[in-house]
């Protein structure tokens, strides 16, 4: 079912101090800041020959990942995304299968405009799971 | 300089159980658990279209991953693998701009029969990164 590692999130304090380690130790190709209010994270994109680093900081007062940063204040790796063909399939199996689907289980538009969900760390070793329809 | 994203590292606490929940869940394509003696790990590959992931499971009185089970007991992610090309090149590369290597700076040989070195978590997010010579 799940396909292609879309992206691993890495929940970064400070985002300028971060695209400096990733250009200048570790020599990758790291993108512009974009801010996605709506999503309330602003996003680096950190492009590998095989799949994406996304490094997320919090952006505006509701930030879905301020507590995690309130946490953990020097930062971690926050979640990973999987791709999926279709989500709802996806969804249906996991939940049949026993897994937790979070909130109403409704996807909703993710950061890259494409239909989403997130599945409990708890079911899935402390990992929190992105599905990510294609 | 980094290449390829080569895995990711999940402790579990349970990895007949994980196994169970990468396969049945999610339907991934799951391997046979090896045990790997002499780097204190038993291991599970996921092979995604694009990328692995690695379940890994301590093995006998000193495995590497006990402490981070004893902090986590639900399991996470240990640690991401990126490829290089030039183990040597790399390592003088991120001292040179100021990143910790762990240990004496030496590659030891990882789990796939490769140079590997580690990177202090503090210089990157939190995140422990490991470097594999391909």
């Known amino acids: 079912m799940i396909g292609r590692l879309n992206h691993i999130a890495i929940a970064v304090p400070d985002l300028a101090a971060s695209c400096r380690q990733y250009t200048q130790m570790l020599g990758a190709d790291v993108g512009d800041a974009q801010d996605l209010p709506?999503?309330?994270?602003?996003?680096?994109?950190?492009?590998?020959?095989n799949t994406?680093?996304?490094?997320?900081?919090?952006?505006?007062?509701a930030s879905p990942i301020a507590g995690f940063l309130e946490k953990?204040?020097?930062?971690?790796?926050?979640?990973?995304?999987?791709?999926?063909?279709?989500?709802?399939?996806?969804?249906?199996?996991?939940?049949?299968e026993g897994a937790r689907v979070l909130?109403?289980?409704?996807?909703?538009?993710?950061a890259?405009?494409?239909?989403?969900?997130?599945?409990h760390?708890?079911?899935?070793d402390g990992c929190l799971i992105e599905l990510e329809q294609v």
Chains 1, 2 share one sequence.
Not at 38 to 49: D, I, S
Not at 73 to 79: A, D, F, K, V
């Open 38 to 49: 709506e999503h309330g994270v602003t996003v680096v994109f950190v492009t590998l020959p």
């Open 103 to 110: 909130g109403d289980g409704t996807p909703r538009t993710g």
């Open 52 to 61: 994406k680093v996304e490094l997320l900081h919090p952006l505006g007062e």
């Open 72 to 96: 953990s204040p020097g930062g971690g790796i926050h979640h990973v995304c999987y791709e999926v063909e279709d989500i709802l399939a996806a969804r249906d199996r996991l939940t049949e």
């Open 112 to 119: 890259h405009g494409k239909p989403v969900l997130f599945l």
């Open 121 to 124: 760390p708890k079911d899935f």
